[in-house]
């Protein structure tokens, strides 16, 4: 079971170009999520999903696009990527409210 | 808005003795609370969450947190250090609204077990 799967682990990218982070969960949960990690800052909501065709912004949305076509994917849009967007990041999925997110193992992304 | 402060950024104790790792909230209403481990290069895992009930929960490998509300405080603890502790965990906290997919994290506690 693979559980969350992201791709790429990791990824460099010139300032202003364009990529997709993508996430796939093979637990037909209804929620998902992105997140981004930073040193000394925790994880910080980026977009979120409550089922196919809903999607809403987190606390740091800009510069960021999300879409869920399918329960099983959700995929994440830089649509001009800037340094400060190096980072980690993370997708996760959950079955319920209140019940435990599960995460992928996580995406690197430089922007040079 | 919801917020979460871990006290200590790094905590550094001997294999054997008592891990305790600080976690506070602030949450206009009441919170699901959970502890996020993470080892390194690799996603988060759960170690324990509180939703409704008994205010001391156990989670996996010995931790255990306990809910107090007249302090807004979840702080982790496991009586005996093992080497394979070391890792950063994470508080987080989500209203009863949103659940489990819109968590607000604490910076993260980096934990090191000293042989």
């Known amino acids: 079971n693979a559980g969350v799967t992201q791709t790429p682990k990791f990824q460099v990218l010139k300032t202003g170009q364009s990529m997709t982070l993508q996430c796939a969960q093979d637990m037909n949960h209804e929620y998902m999520s992105w997140y981004r990690q930073d040193p000394g800052m925790g994880l910080r909501l980026i977009h979120y999903s409550v089922g196919a065709g809903i999607t809403d912004q987190g606390e740091v949305p800009n510069g960021y696009n999300v879409s869920r076509s399918t329960t099983e994917d959700f995929p994440l849009r830089l649509l001009s990527a800037a340094p400060s967007q190096t980072s980690v990041y993370f997708c996760?999925?959950?079955?319920?409210?209140?019940?435990?997110?599960?995460f992928g193992q996580g995406t690197r992304l430089t922007v040079v | 808005a919801q917020s979460v402060t871990q006290l200590g950024s790094h905590v550094s104790v001997s294999e054997g003795a008592l891990v305790l790792l600080r976690c506070n909230y602030s949450s206009s209403v009441p919170p699901y609370l959970f502890w996020y481990v993470q080892y390194p290069n690799q996603g988060l895992q759960l170690l324990l969450k509180?939703?409704?009930?008994?205010?001391l929960v156990k989670g996996i490998n010995g931790f255990e947190a306990e809910f107090k509300k007249s302090e807004t405080s979840f702080h982790l603890t496991k009586p005996s250090a093992h080497m394979s502790d070391a890792a950063e965990y994470f508080c987080?906290?989500?209203?009863?609204?949103?659940?489990?997919?819109?968590?607000?994290f604490g910076q993260g506690t980096r934990l090191t077990i000293n042989p």
């Open positions: 509180y939703t409704t009930g008994a205010t």
């Open positions: 987080a906290v989500s209203d009863l609204g949103q659940g489990a997919q819109k968590l607000v």
């Open positions: 996760a999925s959950s079955a319920s409210r209140g019940g435990e997110a599960f």
